[in-house]
């Protein structure tokens, strides 16, 4: 809910200053370069940068998940209301809306796919409480999921999905379709996470991503 996500944005600003204290800073995450001008600061207190030279906007801080333990460890309030909120969003109508949403991603892509005898093979990172596994295995595809929240891992597993954990290894590839579905800009090293995947991938396989667009609504 609306009440849910500002409470937990004030709890996060609470304890900001000293969690990003700690993180190590980055350089442009697209060029790499070390030159970059400050923008602004989000609502949930990130410093926004602009790179001195190819204008890629980013934190300048590498945010990553160890990030978001490191304040759950500051503040128990944070990490209940964090699981309740995963917790909510297995709710009957949220996965649905989801399965669909993804499930038209899948239907798009999947006449693009190998097509045989053997069935497609679809692996997605940050497959979350794994709507996206549920929508595969609805059009028979033979799924594996990857996700780091460990209250998404368990609520995925609990409905046993096939989905691993960091460092778990992946023995069902090679893969003919990898989706990142609005998960690279939640990670600190985007090419990073799409290199660890593609040699998972068939050597006739897609990678399909989807991102948040800074220009729409």
Partial sequence: TEADWRAAVQLWRRHAAEVLATVADRPCPACDSAQSRELFESYDA????????????????????????????????????????????????????????????LDDLLPMLRQGDQPVRYLDAGCGVGRSLRAGRERGLTVQGVEVDTEALALARADRLPVAGPGDPLTTGPYHLLSFWETLEHIDDPLAALMQYLPHLDPDGLVAITVPNLNAL
């Avoid at 790179?51 to 890629?56: E, F, L, P, R, T």
């Avoid at 998940?65 to 009957?92: H, V």
């Fill in 46 to 105: 990130h410093r926004y940068h602009e790179c001195a030279d190819c204008g890629c906007w980013f934190v300048p801080k590498r945010v990553n998940w160890s990030t978001f333990e490191a304040f759950f460890a500051r503040s128990p309030e944070g990490a209940a209301l964090a699981r309740a909120m995963m917790n909510a969003r297995d709710e009957d109508a949220k996965r649905t809306a989801d399965m669909q949403r993804i499930g038209g991603y």
